[in-house]
């Protein structure tokens, strides 16, 4: 039974199918344990279901594009929302990837989520891929209450970096924004634009050569003092990354360069083992994406 806060987006007829994918989630308790259910399930936006991956009360949802990717004019959006102490995790199986766009029109990927009273929401996709030529346009957007508890991960690439002649900051433009809002006010509001040649140009020095930037939020009304601290050591402990960790209230965001994919994922898995046993009482174990 759908709580009289949730309100699924309808897909609209005029939606060319394959074209906008959609998914409306529904986080709700059953007893103690958060089931998810799924509704206006448009393709190519799909799932592989979840599972219990802790034995526990927290689902795990594995999303997955089943056209492979973003082609020009693409649209993908997922809805999430939390009925109060709801707890889950969203990844996905597969990085997303953004191919060129040769008709002046973009290729976007739209996330928003609501977290209700005394939730967990943790949100650990895979990273953001833009090909030669392309377009991009990500919303990221989040509502939280009070006390609520978010770990939300953020990773971009400067392209496909070991693809024949790299592609290595070749894409044509890019909007990318993650927001943030606990009791309706923005807390975070992180944005990259980029839509001429020299403003992608600078990404090189601005990225200090590196060629991936992941970035960690974490939010809870209890984190402990000093956490921030030990983000920043365990994000830095990877070779060759320069990363850091900043605290505000009990906001914790830490901002990680790497010049190879998997020493961000290290980066980034560092940071969840060192706030998971905060944010969900339980430590941080690889997810289990099968």
């Known amino acids: 039974m759908q709580s009289a806060n949730f309100k699924p987006i309808t897909p609209n007829s005029e939606w060319i199918v ?17 089931i998810i259910e799924p509704s206006n399930w448009r ?12 034995f526990d009360d927290q689902p795990y949802m594995l999303l997955l594009n089943s056209g492979g990717g973003f082609v020009e004019g693409d649209v993908s959006h997922l809805t999430v929302h939390m009925d109060d102490r709801t707890r889950a995790l969203v990844t996905t199986t597969a990085s997303s990837k953004f191919y060129k766009c040769l008709g002046g029109h973009k290729s976007t990927e739209i996330v928003d989520v609501h977290v209700g009273a005394d939730c967990l929401f943790e949100f650990y996709p895979d990273e953001a891929i833009p090909f030669r030529s392309s377009r991009v346009e990500r919303l990221n ?9 978010l770990f939300a991960t953020d990773m971009i690439s400067a392209g496909r970096v070991h693809y024949g002649n790299p592609e290595i900051f070749d894409f044509d433009s890019m909007y990318s924004e993650f927001i943030i809002t606990i009791d309706g006010r923005p807390v975070i509001i992180d944005r990259i634009v980029a839509n001429s040649p020299s403003e992608i140009a600078a990404f090189h020095d601005l990225w200090k050569g590196c060629h991936h930037m992941a970035t960690v939020y974490a939010y809870a009304n209890d984190l402990p003092k000093g956490i921030e601290d030990a983000v920043s050591e365990q994000v830095a402990n990877v070779e060759a990354a320069i ?5 505000i209230g009990n906001l914790i965001v830490a901002r990680i360069l790497a010049k190879e994919t998997w020493q961000a994922h290290e980066a980034v898995y560092n940071a969840w083992q060192v706030l998971r046993p905060s944010l969900a009482y339980k430590e941080a174990r690889p997810i289990r994406k099968c």
Do not use: D
């Not at 957007?141 to 508890?149: A, D, I, T």
């Open 141 to 149: 957007r989040f509502e939280l209450q009070s006390s609520s508890r």
């Open 18 to 34: 394959g074209k906008y994918g959609l998914m409306n989630v529904h986080c709700q308790l059953r007893g103690e344990k958060t």
């Open 243 to 247: 990363a850091g960790a900043s605290r």
């Open 43 to 54: 393709i190519p936006m799909q799932w592989q279901g979840y599972h219990y991956q802790n």
